[in-house]
């Protein structure tokens, strides 16, 4: 486990694992304009919330990692566009995450710039 401005990564052990049962558990690419990583989907109002707070990326752009369709854009911690049955998973959290009525869970990123072709996607050729 790494540790980069207050957010945790995971090690390349663990993202290769993470990425290999992506098709079981839905990930999410996440674009802040400034970095790009990978992110399980059920973490995103906490990431959204979080991010935010660290370092005030304006906006987030987020797609499926598998598909590359867009779920959702941001403005701040708030919701710009959305998919309607991805806004329906995540705004109970997100709504309470942005009112404090609840806390951020701990979550781990994987950086999209240590993630390659030979070390992740082997088996898809």
Excluded: H, W
């Amino acid at each position: 486990m790494s540790r980069k401005n207050n957010v945790l990564f995971y090690t390349k052990e663990e993202a290769k694992k993470l990425i290999e049962q992506a098709r079981i558990e839905k990930l999410v690419y996440i674009d802040t304009g400034v970095d790009e990583v990978v992110a399980r989907y059920k973490d995103l109002p906490d990431i959204i919330v979080d991010i935010y707070d660290i370092f005030s990326f304006p906006e987030l752009y987020v797609y499926d990692f598998l598909n590359g369709e867009q779920l959702l854009t941001t403005f701040g911690p708030f919701l710009n566009k959305c998919k309607p049955n991805v806004r329906e998973d995540i705004i109970e959290r997100l709504v309470g995450l942005q009112r404090e009525e609840i806390k951020v869970k701990e979550y781990k990123l994987i950086d999209f710039e240590d993630l390659s072709e030979e070390d992740y996607f082997q088996e898809e050729r």
